[in-house]
């Protein structure tokens, strides 16, 4: 079985794209992030690293706080850099 790597999204370089793991943390702010489209498996671009960091999700681009980006683990993904 391939177990690929989990980090922090926080750990991501700018231009890095990832596959979500984990969303962890209250139930109700699991289920907005769902909402916005970070789910487990979904695919994400960092596209600023800091606090606030900026990601594409989708057609759309997110911004998280230092605290709630700590709840997110990704698995980076190979040869997706821009």
């Known amino acids: ?24 943390g209250d139930p109700q702010w699991v289920s907005r992030m769902a909402e916005l489209g970070l ?3 979904s695919q994400i671009q ?4 800091g606090s606030p960091c900026l990601l594409k999700v989708g057609t759309c681009q997110l ?3 230092a605290d709630d980006s700590s709840q997110i683990l990704v698995c ?3 040869g997706e850099n821009e």
Do not use: F, Y
């Open 63 to 65: 911004c998280l706080r």
């Open 1 to 24: 079985m391939n177990h690929l790597p989990t980090i922090p999204i926080d750990m991501l370089r700018s231009g890095q794209w990832a596959s979500v793991a984990d969303v962890s």
């Open 46 to 49: 960092m596209i600023r690293k």
């Open 76 to 78: 980076p993904l190979e």
């Open 39 to 41: 789910r487990n498996g």
